[in-house]
């Protein structure tokens, strides 16, 4: 039924380019099998939801119907795990500006982590771009004072700079982590993004780039 349901889904995003590509499905995929490991979980709920979590994001579905439901139905999953499936997915995904929900269960904690992971680090910081320059967005606005970049109300959402996304969201999610690995992981990760910040806006001002 994995194997099934990643065959369908590597089809279903095959030509998606907002970030929201196959490679991002395995990988949180894979993530969150792998933290799972550490945890009391089971590994079928884990593996499926992860598969299944960006199916009907509510800013790529057409339809109110959901596709993760029909899916499951289709392949036959048992009733008592279709439901655990559909929960963990409503509750791991971000739903606009409810970033601060916890799931109600190990598994879903598990698979938020994993997906808040690859929105972080070295993978997060290319997404991010991809997704602003897939929207037409700027980078950076140097022409806006700097705290205005801690929250995009400055602006129109539709038409924030990028960089602000990190602060409005990425810088926070290291804290919003649910399970020791998925902190672990999300450290490293977390001082990555702030050395690539500091970077960024050190080189717009022309200060010397120094190896310390
Ligand atoms: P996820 O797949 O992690 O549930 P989202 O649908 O929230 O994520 O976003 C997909 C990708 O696009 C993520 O890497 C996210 O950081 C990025 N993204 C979402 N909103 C914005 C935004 N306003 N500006 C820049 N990047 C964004
Ligand atoms: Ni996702």
Avoid: C
């Amino acid at each position: 039924m994995i194997q099934e349901t990643a065959v369908f889904i590597r089809q279903h995003f095959e030509q998606e380019g907002s970030g929201h590509d196959w490679w991002h499905i395995y990988r949180v995929w894979q993530m969150a099998r792998q933290i799972g490991e550490k945890e009391q979980v089971d590994p079928f709920r884990v593996e499926m939801a992860a598969l299944l979590h960006d199916l009907d994001d509510w800013k790529f579905s057409e339809s109110r119907e959901s596709r993760a439901k029909k899916w499951l139905s289709s392949i036959q999953v048992a009733d008592v795990d279709l439901q655990a499936i559909l929960q963990i997915i409503d509750e791991v995904s971000f739903k606009g500006s409810g970033v601060k929900t916890r799931p109600t269960s190990l598994e879903g904690m598990v698979v938020q982590d994993a997906d808040r992971l690859d929105a972080i680090g070295a993978i997060g910081i290319a997404r991010t771009f991809a997704y602003g320059g897939n929207k037409n967005r700027l980078i950076y606005d140097p022409e806006v004072a700097p705290e205005q970049h801690d929250s995009f109300k400055a602006y129109q959402q539709s038409t924030a700079p990028t960089i602000n996304h990190f602060y409005e969201k990425l810088l926070l999610l290291k804290d919003r982590m649910n399970t020791e690995t998925g902190k672990r992981l999300a450290e490293e990760r977390h001082q990555f993004m702030e050395a690539f910040l500091e970077q960024f806006f050190r080189e717009w001002q022309l200060e010397e780039e120094q190896s310390t």
